[in-house]
């Protein structure tokens, strides 16, 4: 696997969501890789729209399953959040749940409403014993690693930690999606040692391999590494000092975030580094 993969922000936000994550094409039985033995509660579904609602901005196709469910829709040009939400009767965070992403609201929906896109209107079947695996934590509160347990697959993973398929199988090249996943494995759920776009530097990490801190790179961006490494707030852990700024660090290119390369910065609150501001 190469060490320079073209996952930004946005397109790893939605992982399967956006043909930005790889140069190929991204894999679309994402839902295959799922055992269910007990289904888990799903998403809620209304197969009628609300009584009065204007559907011009949600008239795609819709795939039905056996029971008359609708399971897939595919955009069209015009479509927009709101009108898919109100004729399927979902709420926002229940369509990027289906869908293993964190949100589905981005800047115009450029990468989620996409014309020609297929989305997920409900989830695949759980095992109930799944998800109840341990689970490390950085300083921020995002869950960083995850040990499976009997029960755990890819889909489970995903509605759990929004991740999807394709996005653990590059975090963790050692797993497959043709196989169960093993109990006991420690999957990795954020990029941490893969390198990626604008987020190239070298980091540090404890004994738990929670990251600690983070060499830049020339062309590294600041929400490229707080990507990376499932930070929300970098600054936090880098407050000056001195001085009155957000943080200590400096950058090349202040409106887009592109970071000064050389700086050692925190990726850890327990842990901050505090310097005069630059």
Known sequence: M?????????ACTFGDQSADVLSAKPQTSDESSAQPTTPAPTTKQATVPTAGASMTAAQGNVVLDSTGVP???????????DGILLRFGLSADELAEANKVPYVSEQGNTYFIREGHTIQLRKNPVD????????????FGQ????????????????????????QILLYNPALSANN?????????LIPGTLKI????????????EVPLTYTTAPGDTESQVSFRFAITDLRAANRPSSGTGGSWFSYVDLPNGELTPGQTI?????????????
Not at 2 to 10: D, N
Not at 266 to 278: D, Q, R, T
């Open 143 to 166: 869950a960083i690693f995850y040990t499976t347990v009997e029960g755990d697959s890819f889909d489970s993973l995903g509605y759990q930690f929004r991740s999807t398929t394709e």
């Open 266 to 278: 925190s990726l850890s609150l327990v842990n901050p580094i505090n310097k005069p501001e630059a």
């Open 180 to 188: 169960p996943l093993p109990t006991g494995t420690k999957v990795r």
């Open 197 to 208: 776009e604008k987020a190239q530097g070298e980091f540090t990490a404890d004994s738990n």
């Open 71 to 81: 399971r897939t829709y595919t955009t069209e040009a015009g479509d927009t959040l």
């Open 2 to 10: 190469a060490t320079l993969l073209s996952l930004t922000l946005a």
């Open 128 to 139: 109930a014993k799944a998800g109840r695996g341990a689970t490390v934590n950085n300083s």
